[in-house]
């Protein structure tokens, strides 16, 4: 699987619009190790594709290893970034600075805000979740979606007081990775890391949570603070998502189902793959998001794994009623 | 408090959101007793077992086992000393018999630890000791009702601690699987773990254990020697049904047998 | 150009033209109290002198400044009805071409008034706008007159033009990069001013990835400043766009998005602007 990835990732570089051949992409790789001009080959190969190849991978990482956390946390086949409101926090973050047109000097301002705005979403359904009696299942579940909801209306109300900005909004909603490279993998890393380090740390608390939060405190996992660790890991993971990509479906939810039907629920194993499966599964997306048009016109990568996502989603369902 | 002691409860008081259902509450146990917890039904047993294994927030007074305050030790530190077998299990679907296991090796582990070769022979054992090791591949979804609680059991006889809470562990068994349970408990037992199971039947439990505690409204209403506090006159008494108690044919322990209301 | 209009016909004639949705649109007289739905039609009543007959604007509107004052109806995507009603205007004009544009048309002819729906794609409808906007506001002539006059500036322009066409590329939004496409008015006024437009993609506006820039690597890439494109990022500041040479040679400019993006009389202004920067690539000193 590992290997699945990397090879995944040398053989995207070649998909693009401009025409390059294997040679020239091969020289534009060496070129980073012995340095050499500028070349616009250069430029396409290492820093266009080579970066948004990687973004799109650590993305799909991310939102997968994040979605298979939601699962197991809210014990729910449904849940993913979304249920928790965080992905709405970002896009509403994001729907407020674009309206306001917010700028931060010498930064990148979109990432930031929608980072801010993921995390203020979390914390929102956090404490919500708190003031209705506890971090249970459904008390999350109906926070995220009360949160989410909120959160929604008031994209809504941007919307249709800033026509102008409508587009940019939409685009954002809809989740794509043009014009993101490295820049954006820098700017993620400081989230995807911590968050990955802290979701694998407590796999085997993940597991053990299965039993309920009793029988967890019975066999010594201190449940309060696990779920708190884990959500705040899964919620790192989600924001360093969407704060580089948008809001992209499916992923989340498709990947680890499909991961544990594979591979059956063990934590750590399942969210190691989750994270490979994810990652390849958007980087895919994201090639066929950039060259399924013609003249180098670009579909925004949400659309593409949305549309592949949902009937894959039906197939998975109606298989697992069969068996 | 002396040494010795296995579970020292003073002056317990608990409930659940400001409903209190055990007042004042004092128990001792020591160690290498068989216990039964006894009483009609909401007299409160579980919510004893449930304070005792520590998932119970609103507490009042002290418990301690093995001489620890529980209330000060972590959720790992309590586990290392009281392995509990639930009334309810969940929906553990997919999840690896092994896996399931191996869970009550967790509070043996370090943080970040995988589990070690002695701790899959730990689970081992516990597996055979409950005849389920031949279920140790299989998805705990696909287990009967009996083959669960024997996997359960399991888990809990794998965290190897001194003391054992049981909560009507024998409800989802047969008769043949619950004797086979409670052979192993009076094995493990001798051996020196402490058991404490609350029970429905009164029959089994007199059976097989040596101390019974009656509860009734949330207080002891009767603890002693099984002998002496399985009478007819106590049972009615408690249960408000009228009872007679006969010795068993065999072991001679005392049996207790309903009363048509004529 | 006002005496013009006053020569036009007599109060109390009915005018009548047939909008671009191929319905007759009829007044007992010509229109005295109008309102647009779309910002451009407020320019070209002005530009007949006529912009007293105008009673609201929408939120957006600021052309010209004369309007400000007036009330606003909502917004050109959700244009308040009731408000409309309440107005009592005799003609409510709206820009044809998509089909949301449609509702409030129904809705407020259900309610009885006029409606007239133009599209303004490109100059041909520009123009025949403008004169249909003339016969139903009683200055058919000086409408005439003043296509007339944009007609012959364009033509001027048109023969002006020498030399190699420059191939441009017009953003209309970055980041998530938004271009010109050829179905744009932009691609009108490029091939107008003398370039054409390099991305050859049939839509009004394309989505591209960097990657396609430089592979088309225009000649002079122009990025529009407005509602869709607040802070147009300058090209050195973009890392993958180093190798272009419309940076290299800085041929990079900002245009204004309300003179470039929305057609209407102000688009003669962006070919006028356009022109001179073609002119400027066209006589640039070549390293």
Same mark, same amino acid.
């Given at each position: 699987?590992?290997?699945?990835?990397?090879?995944?990732?040398?053989?995207?570089?070649?998909?693009?619009?401009?025409?390059?051949?294997?040679?020239?992409?091969?020289?534009?790789?060496?070129?980073?190790?012995?340095?050499?001009?500028?070349?616009?080959?250069?430029?396409?190969?290492?820093?266009?594709?080579?970066?948004?190849?990687?973004?799109?991978?650590?993305?799909?990482?991310?939102?997968?290893?994040?979605?298979?956390?939601?699962?197991?946390?809210?014990?729910?086949?449904?849940?993913?970034?979304?249920?928790?409101?965080?992905?709405?926090?970002?896009?509403?973050?994001?729907?407020?600075?674009?309206?306001?047109?917010?700028?931060?000097?010498?930064?990148?301002?979109?990432?930031?805000?929608?980072?801010?705005?993921?995390?203020?979403?979390?914390?929102?359904?956090?404490?919500?979740?708190?003031?209705?009696?506890?971090?249970?299942?459904?008390?999350?579940?109906?926070?995220?979606?009360?949160?989410?909801?909120?959160?929604?209306?008031?994209?809504?109300?941007?919307?249709?007081?800033?026509?102008?900005?409508?587009?940019?909004?939409?685009?954002?909603?809809?989740?794509?990775?043009?014009?993101?490279?490295?820049?954006?993998?820098?700017?993620?890393?400081?989230?995807?890391?911590?968050?990955?380090?802290?979701?694998?740390?407590?796999?085997?608390?993940?597991?053990?949570?299965?039993?309920?939060?009793?029988?967890?405190?019975?066999?010594?996992?201190?449940?309060?603070?696990?779920?708190?660790?884990?959500?705040?890991?899964?919620?790192?993971?989600?924001?360093?998502?969407?704060?580089?990509?948008?809001?992209?479906?499916?992923?989340?939810?498709?990947?680890?189902?499909?991961?544990?039907?594979?591979?059956?629920?063990?934590?750590?194993?399942?969210?190691?793959?989750?994270?490979?499966?994810?990652?390849?599964?958007?980087?895919?997306?994201?090639?066929?998001?950039?060259?399924?048009?013609?003249?180098?016109?670009?579909?925004?990568?949400?659309?593409?794994?949305?549309?592949?996502?949902?009937?894959?989603?039906?197939?998975?369902?109606?298989?697992?009623?069969?068996? | 408090?002396?040494?010795?002691?296995?579970?020292?409860?003073?002056?317990?008081?608990?409930?659940?959101?400001?409903?209190?259902?055990?007042?004042?509450?004092?128990?001792?146990?020591?160690?290498?007793?068989?216990?039964?917890?006894?009483?009609?039904?909401?007299?409160?047993?579980?919510?004893?077992?449930?304070?005792?294994?520590?998932?119970?927030?609103?507490?009042?007074?002290?418990?301690?086992?093995?001489?620890?305050?529980?209330?000060?030790?972590?959720?790992?530190?309590?586990?290392?000393?009281?392995?509990?077998?639930?009334?309810?299990?969940?929906?553990?679907?997919?999840?690896?018999?092994?896996?399931?296991?191996?869970?009550?090796?967790?509070?043996?582990?370090?943080?970040?630890?995988?589990?070690?070769?002695?701790?899959?022979?730990?689970?081992?054992?516990?597996?055979?000791?409950?005849?389920?090791?031949?279920?140790?591949?299989?998805?705990?979804?696909?287990?009967?009702?009996?083959?669960?609680?024997?996997?359960?059991?399991?888990?809990?006889?794998?965290?190897?601690?001194?003391?054992?809470?049981?909560?009507?562990?024998?409800?989802?068994?047969?008769?043949?699987?619950?004797?086979?349970?409670?052979?192993?408990?009076?094995?493990?037992?001798?051996?020196?773990?402490?058991?404490?199971?609350?029970?429905?039947?009164?029959?089994?439990?007199?059976?097989?254990?040596?101390?019974?505690?009656?509860?009734?409204?949330?207080?002891?209403?009767?603890?002693?020697?099984?002998?002496?506090?399985?009478?007819?006159?106590?049972?009615?008494?408690?249960?408000?049904?009228?009872?007679?108690?006969?010795?068993?044919?065999?072991?001679?322990?005392?049996?207790?047998?309903?009363?048509?209301?004529? | 150009?006002?005496?013009?209009?006053?020569?036009?016909?007599?109060?109390?004639?009915?005018?009548?033209?047939?909008?671009?949705?191929?319905?007759?649109?009829?007044?007992?007289?010509?229109?005295?109290?109008?309102?647009?739905?779309?910002?451009?039609?407020?320019?070209?009543?002005?530009?007949?002198?006529?912009?007293?007959?105008?009673?609201?604007?929408?939120?957006?509107?600021?052309?010209?400044?004369? +309007?400000? $004052?007036?009330?606003?109806?909502?917004?050109?995507? &959700?244009?308040?009805? !009731?408000?409309? /009603?309440? *107005?009592? @205007? %005799?003609?409510?004009?709206?820009?044809?071409?998509?089909?949301?544009?449609?509702?409030?048309?129904?809705?407020?002819?259900?309610?009885?008034?006029?409606?007239?729906?133009?599209?303004?794609?490109?100059?041909?409808?520009?123009?025949?706008?403008?004169?249909?906007?003339?016969?139903?506001?009683?200055?058919?002539?000086?409408?005439?007159?003043?296509?007339?006059?944009?007609?012959?500036?364009?033509?001027?322009?048109?023969?002006?033009?020498?030399?190699?066409?420059?191939?441009?590329?017009?953003?209309?939004?970055?980041?998530?990069?938004?271009?010109?496409?050829?179905?744009?008015?932009?691609?009108?006024?490029?091939?107008?001013?003398?370039? +054409?437009? $390099?991305?050859?993609?049939?839509?009004?506006?394309? &989505?591209?990835?960097? !990657?396609?820039? /430089?592979? *088309?690597? @225009? %000649?002079?890439?122009?990025?529009?400043?407005?509602?869709?494109?607040?802070?147009?990022?300058?090209?050195?500041?973009?890392?993958?766009?180093?190798?272009?040479?419309?940076?290299?040679?800085?041929?990079?400019?900002?245009?204004?998005?309300?003179?470039?993006?929305?057609?209407?009389?102000?688009?003669?202004?962006?070919?006028?602007?356009?022109?001179?920067?073609?002119?400027?690539?066209?006589?640039?000193?070549?390293?």
């Amino acid at each position: 699987m590992a290997a699945a990835a990397l090879l995944s990732i040398y053989v995207a570089l070649f998909f693009g619009s401009y025409p390059l051949t294997a040679g020239a992409i091969h020289e534009a790789l060496a070129s980073w190790f012995h340095g050499g001009a500028d070349t616009q080959a250069m430029v396409i190969v290492r820093d266009i594709r080579l970066g948004r190849v990687l973004l799109s991978f650590l993305t799909g990482s991310a939102l997968a290893v994040s979605g298979a956390v939601f699962q197991g946390l809210l014990r729910n086949p449904l849940a993913d970034p979304f249920t928790l409101g965080i992905s709405s926090g970002a896009a509403c973050a994001a729907a407020l600075a674009l309206a306001l047109g917010w700028t931060l000097p010498g930064l990148s301002t979109l990432p930031l805000v929608a980072l801010t705005g993921a995390f203020a979403a979390m914390f929102m359904v956090l404490a919500l979740s708190r003031l209705a009696g506890g971090f249970s299942r459904e008390n999350l579940v109906l926070a995220g979606i009360v949160v989410s909801t909120f959160l929604g209306a008031i994209i809504a109300l941007i919307k249709s007081l800033n026509e102008e900005s409508v587009s940019a909004i939409v685009f954002w909603i809809l989740g794509s990775f043009q014009g993101r490279g490295f820049e954006h993998v820098q700017l993620m890393l400081p989230y995807l890391v911590p968050g990955m380090a802290l979701v694998l740390g407590f796999a085997r608390e993940l597991d053990i949570l299965a039993l309920g939060a009793e029988q967890a405190v019975q066999v010594g996992v201190a449940v309060a603070r696990v779920r708190i660790a884990l959500l705040i890991g899964a919620g790192m993971l989600t924001a360093a998502a969407v704060c580089v990509s948008g809001i992209i479906g499916f992923v989340g939810l498709v990947v680890p189902h499909l991961v544990r039907m594979l591979m059956g629920p063990e934590s750590r194993p399942m969210l190691l793959f989750s994270a490979l499966g994810g990652g390849v599964l958007l980087l895919w997306s994201d090639v066929m998001a950039r060259t399924i048009l013609h003249h180098g016109a670009e579909l925004p990568v949400g659309v593409v794994t949305a549309l592949f996502g949902a009937p894959f989603f039906c197939l998975i369902m109606a298989r697992g009623r069969r068996t | 408090m002396t040494m010795g002691k296995m579970v020292h409860v003073e002056g317990l008081c608990a409930g659940y959101d400001g409903q209190q259902v055990l007042h004042d509450l004092t128990l001792n146990v020591s160690r290498g007793e068989f216990m039964a917890i006894l009483g009609p039904n909401g007299s409160g047993k579980t919510t004893l077992l449930r304070a005792l294994s520590g998932v119970l927030s609103s507490v009042k007074g002290s418990i301690h086992i093995a001489d620890q305050d529980t209330c000060r030790l972590s959720a790992r530190g309590r586990a290392r000393l009281c392995a509990t077998v639930a009334q309810k299990n969940p929906d553990l679907s997919a999840l690896q018999v092994l896996s399931l296991v191996l869970m009550g090796r967790y509070p043996h582990i370090a943080f970040l630890g995988g589990y070690s070769d002695a701790d899959h022979d730990c689970a081992r054992r516990a597996m055979q000791e409950t005849s389920s090791l031949h279920l140790r591949s299989r998805h705990a979804g696909t287990l009967s009702g009996g083959e669960l609680q024997r996997v359960i059991m399991a888990k809990a006889l794998a965290q190897d601690t001194e003391l054992l809470l049981l909560d009507e562990a024998a409800s989802n068994l047969d008769v043949a699987r619950t004797v086979d349970l409670y052979e192993l408990l009076r094995a493990r037992n001798l051996n020196g773990l402490t058991i404490l199971t609350v029970a429905h039947d009164l029959n089994l439990a007199a059976l097989y254990c040596r101390r019974l505690v009656f509860l009734k409204g949330g207080r002891i209403v009767a603890d002693g020697p099984t002998q002496e506090i399985f009478t007819s006159h106590l049972l009615s008494d408690i249960y408000e049904t009228p009872i007679a108690v006969v010795p068993h044919p065999i072991t001679g322990a005392p049996q207790a047998h309903l009363l048509p209301r004529a | 150009m006002l005496e013009l209009c006053l020569l036009g016909l007599p109060a109390g004639a009915e005018v009548a033209v047939t909008d671009d949705q191929g319905r007759m649109v009829r007044l007992h007289q010509p229109a005295g109290r109008i309102i647009a739905l779309y910002g451009a039609f407020n320019e070209i009543l002005a530009d007949l002198g006529q912009a007293e007959l105008i009673v609201a604007r929408t939120a957006a509107d600021e052309l010209p400044a004369s +309007i400000l $004052c007036k009330p606003s109806i909502g917004t050109h995507l &959700r244009p308040n009805a !009731e408000l409309i /009603l309440a *107005l009592r @205007p %005799d003609l409510v004009l709206q820009l044809g071409g998509r089909s949301e544009a449609m509702e409030p048309v129904r809705f407020l002819e259900e309610r009885g008034l006029t409606v007239a729906v133009f599209d303004m794609e490109n100059f041909p409808q520009l123009f025949s706008t403008m004169e249909r906007i003339g016969t139903l506001t009683g200055c058919e002539h000086a409408a005439k007159e003043q296509v007339a006059t944009m007609r012959a500036e364009l033509e001027r322009i048109r023969s002006s033009r020498t030399g190699t066409r420059p191939r441009i590329f017009f953003e209309v939004r970055y980041p998530n990069l938004l271009a010109a496409g050829q179905e744009s008015i932009v691609s009108e006024i490029m091939s107008l001013a003398g370039g +054409i437009n $390099c991305v050859q993609i049939p839509n009004k506006l394309v &989505r591209l990835g960097e !990657e396609e820039v /430089l592979r *088309l690597d @225009p %000649d002079i890439y122009l990025m529009q400043h407005g509602p869709m494109n607040p802070i147009p990022v300058p090209l050195p500041e973009r890392p993958f766009f180093r190798t272009l040479s419309s940076l290299r040679e800085g041929q990079f400019f900002v245009v204004d998005q309300g003179v470039f993006s929305r057609p209407g009389p102000r688009s003669l202004e962006a070919v006028r602007q356009l022109s001179r920067i073609v002119h400027g690539w066209q006589n640039r000193s070549r390293p």
